[in-house]
């Protein structure tokens, strides 16, 4: 069912027309249940998806991948369609303003050089071995498991523990739950970093491999290296910081921003204050843009994002990476800070080049270490660190 209406007129239709195919004429009660239960066995769920904003579609899951195999982008909002809408969502927002410019390059000198390609490496080696890290599957439960081990122990053996720092388990009906860390500041302003830990294999995603090195797990470790350098920080684990500060790992990114509007959805509707969201999706893949003959850099998403945030972005780039930036877009709801905008917080989104000459090797058994480069991951763990210290401190 492919049907374009506005989204409570086609519950409400949905529920109707699924009401008038499967309900019998009156028989026996037994009888009754027994048909009930066959045609509810045939009758494939449906899902919500927006693929434009206001732009929705019912479909099957199956019709889900095959939306996704087509290269087009979505929200499935089949739970949370009212993300957005809450009074706090829809008030008239002061612009934030970002910093000027950078200010603390003494501060970060020395931490920057604490970043650990071989840690990121490692790390990743690890997160690939698990067959796939499938939302729905036992391995993404596993992988998230494995995930949550590392960010508590960065976070004990920093000592960032005893002065209030945590990591969560925020839990989803599917199994494999987001990751939350969080470094209390002196207000409960909060500046969000994000990548998302799940993977998929589009073709058969319950069944076929899925290492997802690149998407997200070259996300993953980036932000998981640029945390516990951030926490070798004195000022940051003893709560000096201005601001709050999470990293946040979100889950079934790849079945439509499933795991980041729920998180978002969870903030709006408990009133809490982000002052700015960076979603690093995919930092490792350089091949095809050498291919190409041009130069290695980091792509700066510019398309559905906020402007005053990508703009100090740009800036932090130009501060603290050994490489330029490239302005580039990438469409709608095309990674989870999509979700963060939606409910109404600033966002940003970083990848690894020019959209075009990004990874095509994403959804496959073929999304392996092997093609990705750590030295450029290294500069997107620099841009990371950079800009959660830099807003860190800053005020809003």
């Known amino acids: 069912m492919r049907l374009v209406l506005p989204t409570l007129l086609?519950?409400?239709?949905l529920a109707t027309s699924v009401d008038a195919i499967v309900t019998p004429r009156p028989?026996?009660?037994?009888?009754?249940?027994?048909?009930?239960?066959?045609?509810?066995?045939?009758t494939p769920e449906l899902y919500l998806i927006e693929l434009e904003p206001g732009q929705t579609r019912w479909v099957t899951e199956d019709e889900k991948w095959q939306i996704r195999r087509n290269g087009l982008n979505f929200m499935d909002i089949t739970h949370t369609a009212d993300l957005g809408f809450s009074s706090s969502a829809l008030a008239v927002k002061t612009k934030i303003q970002y910093p000027k410019k950078?200010?603390?390059?003494?501060d970060l000198k020395p931490l920057?050089?604490?970043l650990s390609k071989t840690n990121m490496r490692k790390n990743l080696e690890k997160f690939t071995s698990f067959h796939t890290r499938y939302y729905k599957s036992s391995y993404g439960v596993q992988s998230a498991e494995?995930?949550?081990?590392?960010?508590?122990?960065i976070l004990s053996e920093s000592g960032a523990d005893r002065h209030g720092a945590s990591v969560s388990k925020f839990k989803h009906p599917w199994g494999q739950p987001s990751l939350i860390a969080s470094i209390p500041g002196q207000s409960n302003d909060t500046v969000v970093i994000g990548a998302h830990q799940d993977s998929i294999n589009l073709f058969l995603p319950s069944i076929l491999s899925a290492p997802g090195a690149d998407d997200d797990g070259s996300g993953t470790v980036t932000i998981l290296e640029a945390l516990r350098t951030l926490l070798l920080s004195k000022n940051i684990t003893h709560g000096d910081n201005q601001n709050t500060i999470e990293f946040h790992w979100y889950s079934a990114e790849e079945g439509g921003l499933l795991g980041s509007q729920a998180v978002f959805q969870a903030y709006e509707q408990q009133g809490r204050s982000v002052k700015a969201m960076l979603q690093q999706d995919m930092t490792g893949f350089v091949q095809r843009t050498l291919d190409a003959g041009e130069k290695e850099s980091v792509g700066v998403i510019t398309d559905f994002?906020?402007?005053?945030?990508?703009?100090?972005?740009?800036?932090v780039v130009d501060?603290?990476?050994?490489?330029?930036?490239?302005?580039?877009?990438?469409?709608?709801?095309?990674?989870d800070h999509a979700s963060a905008?939606?409910?109404?917080?600033?966002?940003?989104?970083?990848?690894?080049?020019?959209?075009?000459?990004?990874?095509?090797?994403?959804?496959?058994?073929?999304?392996?270490i092997d093609y990705l480069s750590f030295d450029h991951m290294l500069q997107h763990a620099k841009l990371t660190l950079g800009l959660v210290y830099e807003l860190a401190f800053a005020k809003f």
Request: aromatic share 14%; with cysteine; net charge negative.
């Open 319 to 335: 501060t603290y990476c050994d490489i330029p930036y490239i302005l580039t877009k990438c469409g709608y709801a095309c990674s």
């Open 27 to 42: 028989q026996s009660s037994k009888a009754q249940q027994a048909v009930l239960s066959a045609d509810r066995l045939n």
């Open 341 to 368: 905008s939606k409910a109404g917080y600033p966002s940003a989104f970083v990848i690894e080049s020019d959209f075009k000459y990004s990874d095509n090797h994403i959804h496959t058994s073929d999304d392996i």
């Open 112 to 114: 920057l050089k604490k």
């Open 102 to 106: 950078p200010i603390f390059k003494d």
């Open 305 to 315: 994002v906020d402007a005053g945030l990508t703009e100090f972005i740009k800036k």
């Open 146 to 153: 494995w995930l949550y081990e590392q960010i508590e122990s």
């Open 10 to 13: 086609l519950s409400s239709f």
